[in-house]
Antibody, heavy 121, light 107 residues
């Protein structure tokens, strides 16, 4: 079935790096934009980064610009989030989500279960 | 950047009540607005996209309307499984910001 699954979360010290991955299955990955959304403990949803279907169009939240990089590998059906210079305030559950525009659903129509990132000394 | 506000931030309602949540954008976003439902500890679930189009499988008691800068999500008759937090999101441009959320609680 159509699904995405995140991996790579963990506990990391401030200033360190972490790389999250999202594996897609059940759909033609190469025609869909993909995004990362995070949710800090007890807080709302925060869009983090997104990439178009061919990686030519990327965007970042101001809070992560210059520190996080989104990339995708259409041959492996994966999207990644390289997180550098991590801060305590980056602690959150990170969700991978599909942009359903290619299916006519101009919204995030498929979500993973999330992976937890904790930044702490 | 386009910012979204939601009102109310919290509402208490009973089963069977009609509930309306408002989302306002800081600038016009045409109909590029979606609504999500999130239960505690779960990922968000898409309810409505393009302002008023119901995602497949979503009950018809949910509806959306609006255009430009003001949008609404209406639940015509609140059911026990509807007690959750609701978020709007614009899809007009980067960053694809979410609203701060509206928690719907049991009266």
């Amino acid at each position: 079935q159509v699904q995405v699954e995140e991996s790579g979360g963990g506990v990391v010290q401030p200033g360190k790096s972490l790389r999250l991955s999202c594996a897609a299955s059940g759909f033609i990955f190469s025609v869909y934009g993909m995004h990362w959304v995070r949710q800090a403990p007890g807080k709302g949803l925060e869009w983090v980064a997104g990439t178009g279907y061919d990686a030519s169009d990327k965007g970042y939240a101001d809070s992560v610009k210059g520190r996080f990089t989104i990339s995708r590998d259409n041959s492996k059906k994966t999207v990644s989030l390289q997180m550098n210079s991590l801060r305590v305030e980056d602690t959150a559950v990170y969700y991978c989500a599909r942009d359903g525009a290619a299916a006519g659903n101009d919204a995030f129509d498929v979500w993973g279960q999330g992976t937890t990132v904790t930044v702490s000394s | 950047d386009i910012q979204l506000t939601q009102s109310p931030s919290f509402l208490s309602a009973a089963v069977g009540d009609r509930v309306t949540i408002t989302c306002r954008a800081s600038q016009g976003i045409s109909n590029y607005l979606a609504w999500y439902q999130q239960n505690s500890g779960k990922p968000p679930k898409l309810l409505i996209y393009a302002t008023s189009t119901l995602e497949s499988g979503v009950p018809s008691r949910f509806s959306g309307s609006g255009s430009g800068t003001e949008f609404t999500l209406t639940i015509s008759s609140l059911q026990p499984e509807d007690f959750a937090t609701y978020y709007c999101q614009h899809l007009k441009s980067y960053p694809r910001n979410f609203g701060p959320g509206t928690k719907v609680d049991i009266k």
